[in-house]
């Protein structure tokens, strides 16, 4: 399997406003080998090679299913496998085999984070010693180092909580082991530090629109404020805020030099209009939007009569919801332009990864699997959820009823008359997400052979996609008969070499969204839901102002913002039921994410900070799917691939959920070298 891409940021300049910059290929030996340190900052050619070649040590963003940098998809509620090796640590954290002296070498990003912090705080240092370099481009300059400070810092907030600031300090290496012995900053200390770094980046830093596409890789003001969204968010929410979850996982974790709690146990309620203003700063950007493909006039996606048509944003009207959202994921989109991408980047690991969706047979590796939990979250045609579906558009749990006849074509995507009815009247996500028993698979590239090009796939034991299929690879097959699909082209195959494909391909670049503006609207909506009465937020704006704002749990502005999401895909909006209440819209709220952010890796950290994954993380009744080691039919007596059951996998029967496994363990090695810093409760030394 192959190793994961190198995230490094675009470096060429941008007219105008952005910095000049010489070739990203060659600095790291030209400035780490030939160039002596006093020498870097005599010239701004010099200093700004210095500054982009810091970025390589950042782990590539869009690795959250092997080699991942954080536990990801795979140690998530959603996604599971019968692997159980290096290459997958988030399966081997969910199943306890991953303490604080055997971190995966893709997990230990600790060193390499403090070594971007080093070199971040050695040039804000030293940058006024550039002598050829102009005022702009010097606080230009400066935006950029305290960015990616503060994403080193974001690194290690999400792995490891509460984090040990180093400020400015430039840690030498001749200094005793006294001075490098500190404690760690509480959560709160870490928020607040993290954030004023994206603060001070975005009160600099070009916006999309200032900079040329051409390097769209590079932060900007956005992203430094939608991390600041993201964060806050984060830090509202019931894990970090005081809740019953907090209680249980960091109740008796105290800071030894002042008995402070590393993570807050006392509710404030302020902290969820922080969190809303602080994405309102994103929307009043007024930049960016929700990405859509127009409808096809001849042939039209079709939506459900209770959505309204008026012209998106206001309805559903005029766009396809179909490929309005998968053609962000799947190669057919362009990066540089969709504005929906608020942070994007193309990923090696994003389109390695497709090919453990495809079945052994077609050259695939075959193991992703979605369990039926993920699949039932996914709304009707109409909006209604499975369990209050309408008579018009009705759910069929019965999967021997199917759709009959020819089938059924939603504008260009397929369903066969055999499908069964549960996969009917679904909303478009669903069928751009999810690989379900009978799914069409085009293949389009390994046309020249019918046997692997335009197949339905139906994962059970007896089909070629399933156990049969996979040959002597016995771990190499989906085992709920759920593949996810969110990234996979009409076009791609990896069957090239097979029977008489000669030239099949994958469609690249495939693209992996940091930050895109639909996580920005639900985190919007999240936030203002759970505001009570009316809150005065005193915040530091962009451009460091000190602004007063008062927030409040407007349904009106709630509706908005939620309802672009839904429109998009083709659905109608919240209720009115659901928006009166905000426990049932922080259910709906909840479910949207679940369902818009699938499979983007959102969910490990989700379910952590609502404090739900102590309860349902590692329930079995969450973990079911179809019997793929059952056939379909009855020819060789061993039907019941239709049967709902648990997942019968040792990965399934081991996973564990516990209090310390909110956050991976500190190092030990790490441990060892500063005895101050605590390590994290419920972990070892």
Request: proline share 5%; net charge negative; with cysteine.
């Amino acid at each position: 399997m192959k190793n994961n891409s190198i995230f490094i940021f675009a470096v060429a300049a941008i007219i105008g406003v952005m910095l000049s910059s010489c070739s990203f290929l060659n600095v790291d030996t030209y400035f780490e080998d030939t160039f002596q340190a006093d020498s870097i900052f005599h010239s701004q050619k010099n200093a700004e090679g210095y500054l982009w070649n810091t970025p390589k040590d950042f782990p590539d963003p869009g690795a959250i299913w092997g080699n991942s940098w954080n536990p990801g998809e795979l140690a998530s509620d959603e996604m599971t496998t019968r692997w159980r090796m290096g290459e997958f640590p988030g399966v081997l954290f969910t199943v306890g085999e991953i303490n604080e002296r055997n971190l995966p070498g893709s997990f230990n990003v600790w060193y390499r984070m403090y070594k971007i912090i080093n070199r971040c705080n050695k040039m804000l240092a030293n940058a006024d010693q550039i002598t050829d370099i102009s005022t702009r481009n010097k606080q230009l300059y400066k935006g950029y180092v305290h960015f990616l400070r503060g994403y080193a810092y974001y690194h290690l907030l999400m792995n490891w909580g509460p984090c040990l600031i180093v400020g400015d300090d430039i840690i030498p290496s001749s200094e005793s082991a006294a001075f490098y012995d500190r404690e760690r900053s509480t959560y709160d200390e870490s928020i607040e530090y993290i954030c004023n770094e994206f603060n001070l980046a975005a009160q600099v830093l070009p916006t999309s629109q200032q900079q040329s596409i051409s390097y769209y890789e590079r932060p900007t003001k956005g992203a430094a404020l939608a991390l600041i969204a993201r964060l806050r968010l984060t830090h509202a929410s019931p894990l970090f805020n005081g809740g019953e979850v907090a209680r249980q996982c960091f109740g008796n974790w105290v800071r030894k030099s002042d008995g402070q709690h590393y993570v807050n146990q006392s509710y404030d309620p302020a902290r969820w209009a922080v969190a809303a203003i602080a994405a309102r700063a994103v929307i009043d950007m007024e930049i960016y939007e929700l990405h859509t493909v127009e409808s096809d006039s001849k042939n039209p996606y079709p939506i459900a009569d209770n959505v309204p048509v008026a012209p998106f944003p206001e309805g559903a009207g005029g766009i396809d919801p179909y490929h309005s959202f998968c053609d962000m994921f799947n190669g057919e989109g362009i990066i540089q332009t969709n504005k929906e991408f608020i942070w994007a980047m193309t990923s090696g690991s994003v389109q390695n990864y497709t090919r453990h969706s495809f079945p052994v047979y077609f050259g695939g590796w075959g193991g992703m699997a979605v369990p039926q939990r993920v699949v039932d979250c996914f709304l009707m045609a109409d909006g209604r959820t499975i369990h209050d579906a309408s008579d018009k558009y009705p759910y069929d749990p019965d999967l021997s009823h199917t759709i009959g006849g020819s089938g059924v074509i939603l504008g260009s995507y397929i369903l066969k008359g055999d499908v069964p009815k549960m996969y009917y009247n679904r909303e478009a996500r669903f069928y751009a997400s999810i690989g379900f028993p009978g799914s069409f698979w085009p293949m389009n590239s390994a046309a020249q052979d019918n046997e692997y090009s335009n197949q339905q796939l139906w994962f059970s034991y007896d089909h070629k996609s399933g156990i049969k299929g996979a040959g002597n690879n016995i771990n190499d097959y989906c085992v709920s008969g759920y593949v996810p699909v969110k990234y996979i082209h009409p076009d791609d195959s990896w069957a090239n070499g097979k029977g008489n494909v000669k030239s099949a391909f994958v469609t690249e670049p495939k693209p992996f969204p940091i930050i895109r503006y639909a996580e920005i609207l639900l985190e919007y909506v999240e936030a203002l839901n759970n505001v009570e009465s009316e809150v005065t937020v005193e915040t530091i704006d962009a451009n460091g102002e000190i602004t007063q704002t008062i927030v409040t749990r407007d349904i009106t502005e709630i509706a908005k913002y939620f309802n672009m999401v839904r429109y998009r895909a083709g659905l109608p909006g919240a209720t009115s039921a659901q928006l009166a209440s905000k426990e049932e819209f922080q259910k709906a709220v909840m479910n949207e994410r679940q369902i818009e952010l699938f499979n983007e890796g959102y969910r490990y950290f989700d379910t952590r900070r609502w404090g739900i994954f102590l309860d349902e993380d590692a329930n079995s009744s969450n973990w079911r799917g179809l019997n793929v080691e059952k056939d379909r039919g009855n020819e060789n007596n061993n039907e019941g691939f239709w049967e709902i059951v648990t997942i019968n996998t040792q990965n399934i029967r081991d996973r564990i959920a516990r209090p310390k496994m909110v956050f991976l363990p500190l190092p030990h090695d790490e441990l060892l070298k500063v005895p101050a810093m605590d390590q994290n409760p419920g972990w070892d030394r």
